[in-house]
């Protein structure tokens, strides 16, 4: 069944149906034009799409996406993104991460691929900076010495360093408003506040290139949060 679907959605045709009726419901004359195509070419892709049960044509006579379309569409956001990005995905280990923030990826699709490395540590670091209420952060180490003014400020500061980046001397007690936690490994770079969010992910290999995406879009940001708590909840305190 799935090389019939993928079938109806090669199609670029078709594939630009499913979409503009992702907007709205549309007659099949109206759809002609927007697709720039002969009416007896909309009606047929149009029968396709019904046989398939990716579309329903409507009392008023209009057709809209059915319910299996729905999901279909949701669920291919994701192969969109990761084929947008396929020279990203094919360097940077996207597997290191729970099935569950795989599945999810399309969720990245509004934010933006930054890969120059200084200009994202950069990026990282005046994020923290201009924190109003929290500034989380999972990577190698812990955050930069001039956060240190921020949290005499009030900023919640959250770190997650992996196990062997823990001091081998005591450190001083952290203020009530700074924890710093650690887990077995980090496989991706996350940098939250509540004004954005950063995610990068490691070189195929393990090496870290702080090359990632970067942006303010609520979607994005919540996958980011959602990944950052999901190893927050694992980690211990040292």
């Not at 996406?65 to 094919?90: H, M, P, T």
């Not at 900023?155 to 007690?173: D, H, K, Q």
Request: charged share 25%; aromatic share 10%.
């Amino acid at each position: 069944m799935l090389e019939k679907l993928f079938f109806e959605l090669a199609s670029e045709s078709r594939l630009s149906i499913l979409l503009e009726l992702k907007n709205e419901n549309l007659k099949m004359q109206e759809i002609a034009r927007r697709l720039n195509v002969t009416a007896t070419e909309a009606c047929r892709q149009l029968e396709r799409l019904s046989k398939a049960s990716l579309i329903q044509r409507q009392p008023d006579g209009t057709f809209a996406l059915a319910q299996y379309g729905k999901i279909v569409l949701e669920i291919s956001s994701s192969l969109d993104f990761v084929s947008k990005y396929n020279e990203y995905f094919s360097t940077h280990d996207l597997m290191r991460l729970p099935s569950q923030f795989v599945n999810r990826i399309g969720e990245l699709s509004e934010a933006d691929l930054e890969m120059d490395m200084i200009k994202n540590i950069d990026k990282g670091s005046q994020a923290f900076l201009e924190a109003e209420q929290y500034g989380w952060g999972m990577g190698e180490s812990r955050a930069p010495e001039q956060m240190n003014q921020r949290v005499q400020e009030g900023l919640n500061l959250r770190s997650l360093i992996p196990e062997n980046r823990i001091p081998t001397v005591a450190s001083p007690e952290l203020p009530k408003n700074v924890e710093v936690r650690c887990i077995p490994d980090v496989p991706a770079i996350v940098v939250l506040t509540e004004k954005m969010a950063g995610v990068c992910l490691r070189q195929i290999g393990g090496r870290m290139d702080f090359a990632g995406f970067f942006g303010n879009d609520p979607t994005f940001h919540r996958w980011a949060e959602d990944l950052f708590l999901y190893y927050w909840n694992k980690s211990k305190r040292f």
